[in-house]
């Protein structure tokens, strides 16, 4: 099934916009798990919690769903493919563990938000670091951005066989 | 005599399936390799701050 050019660009834009939010809320949590890290002053280091787990949930995890969504339908709708090209393969397999990791990890963070809310301020300095996810994430993100821009060569068989039989039909 | 090239192996023309490319090559390596450093750094090292397991042994530990 193609989509009609018009459908196809509106689904290219939509897949751009989720994706394109989804790595810039990411930054922007780095930036609140920084402050979290670092600051002496308990009413930010609270905050920050707070506004780490409203984002993650409200913000990150929509972006992340619909840019895995819109990556999806924008794959079978056009000759690319979900499985034909390694680099469209490999962006869905990278795109997906990001989202499940992405969930697993915000019930932690909702549960330290928690926490942070709750605790003396004298024991906030004990709470974890909350750099290693979000930095580790925002680089398989920019490995995702690498491969839709450069979009390396190579089909899978699943693909070779598909083109093959177009040429037969 | 004309030496084939990895974009000849990767010709639609051609009647077996094309090999895998380089880059996934190297990237499926890579992506193992960091796995495992991850593995063992889970395993065998004190830095282990990350990942599932600590995430429950850490919310247990807060509950207490």
């Known amino acids: 099934m193609t989509m009609t050019p018009r459908l196809r660009k509106l689904a290219l834009t939509a897949h751009i916009t989720f994706s394109v939010g989804w790595i810039g809320t990411v930054i922007a949590y780095v930036a609140l798990a920084l402050a979290a890290k670092t600051s002496q002053d308990v009413q930010m280091v609270r905050a920050a919690w707070i506004a780490m787990e409203f984002t993650g949930w409200y913000v990150i995890v929509p972006l992340s769903l619909a840019s895995l969504l819109t990556g999806i339908i924008m794959s079978l709708g056009t000759s690319w493919g979900l499985f034909r090209h390694y680099w469209v393969l490999i962006k869905l397999l990278l795109t997906a563990l990001c989202t499940i990791v992405l969930v697993l990890h915000m019930q932690q963070v909702s549960f330290l938000a928690g926490v942070a809310a709750k605790t003396d301020s004298a024991d906030l300095g004990g709470l974890p670091s909350e750099l290693f996810h979000p930095g580790a994430g925002l680089l398989v993100l920019l490995v995702i951005v690498i491969l839709s821009v450069y979009k390396p060569r190579g089909k899978t068989r699943y693909g070779w066989r598909k083109q093959q039989e177009q040429l037969i039909d | 005599m004309k030496k084939i090239s990895e ?55 807060m509950k207490m």
């Open chain 2, 7 to 61: 974009e000849d192996l990767q010709r639609p023309d051609h009647d077996s399936p094309p090999r895998m490319p380089r880059w996934v090559k190297v990237s499926v390596i890579i992506a193992i390799v960091l796995v495992l450093l991850f593995v063992s750094m889970h395993l065998f090292g004190g830095h282990g701050k990350t990942g599932p397991m600590h995430h429950m042994s850490n919310m247990n530990e």
